[in-house]
T-cell receptor
Framework: EPEVTQTPSHQVTQMGQEVILRCVPI?????FYWYRQILGQKVEFLVS????????KSEIFDDQFSVERPDGSNFTLKIRSTKLEDSAMYFC???????????FGEGSRLTVL | AQKVTQAQTEISVVEKEDVTLDCVYE???????LFWYKQPPSGELVFLIR??????QNEISGRYSWNFQKSTSSFNFTITASQVVDSAVYFC?????????????FGDGTTLTVKP
């Protein structure tokens, strides 16, 4: 069964460092997402990506965040200068067009020290 | 603005008991999707069900059933004859009925513990 894969599973970084989280969505899906879950809290929408551009982003997704799909398979989330409050589990997800059913990856846990 | 409320933070039951997880939502959209996701202790998020706002039929899948009531803006989830493997955090979610329907608003989640 096709699945969304994410790397790394866990990354520890120092405050102020740049981090790139990588995702390979399901190949025939058209919409790609990043969600964030701070430990023990709700799952929050960060950004959606369609047709090689951001379709929507949340207030959390400020100038420190960026996404791209560099090669037609990978979908990356970059945090330019990490802060302590960026520590969270980051989930990548993809959907076929219009269904809303999110296929999540296993998540990348980011710890900012 | 959309909002999902899961008033039950934690529920603990003994195996084989039935349990209902409540979900109440708010939206100005006339058409929308509702979802339930499961997050087991291993941490991944697993899709369970999607409901369209114009389809108020209740659904049953094995031991799981869902009760959608538009009049009360509720989408409750019942597990019949619960098992230890049902222990997880369950999230209710809401999205607009459009092409970017994967942009979901999640509730805070209900932690279900099923004891043997």
């Amino acid at each position: 069964e096709p699945e969304v894969t994410q790397t790394p599973s866990h990354q520890v970084t120092q405050m102020g460092q740049e981090v790139i989280l990588r995702c390979v969505p399901i190949s025939n899906h058209l919409y790609f997402y990043w969600y964030r879950q701070i430990l023990g809290q709700k799952v929050e929408f960060l950004v959606s990506f369609y047709n090689n551009e951001i379709s929507e982003k949340s207030e959390i997704f400020d100038d420190q965040f960026s996404v791209e799909r560099p090669d037609g398979s990978n979908f990356t989330l970059k945090i330019r200068s990490t802060k302590l409050e960026d520590s969270a589990m980051y989930f990548c997800a993809s959907t076929p067009e219009g269904t809303g059913e999110l296929f999540f990856g296993e998540g990348s846990r980011l710890t900012v020290l | 603005a959309q909002k999902v409320t899961q008033a039950q933070t934690e529920i603990s039951v003994v195996e084989k008991e039935d349990v209902t997880l409540d979900c109440v939502y708010e939206t100005r959209d006339t058409t929308y999707y509702l979802f339930w996701y499961k997050q087991p202790p291993s941490g991944e998020l697993v899709f369970l069900i999607r409901r369209n706002s114009f389809d108020e039929q209740n659904e049953i899948s094995g031991r799981y059933s869902w009760n959608f009531q538009k009049s009360t803006s509720s989408f409750n989830f019942t597990i019949t004859a619960s098992q230890v493997v049902d222990s997880a955090v369950y999230f209710c979610a809401l999205s607009a009925y459009n092409t970017n329907a994967g942009k979901s608003t999640f509730g805070d989640g209900t932690t279900l513990t099923v004891k043997p």
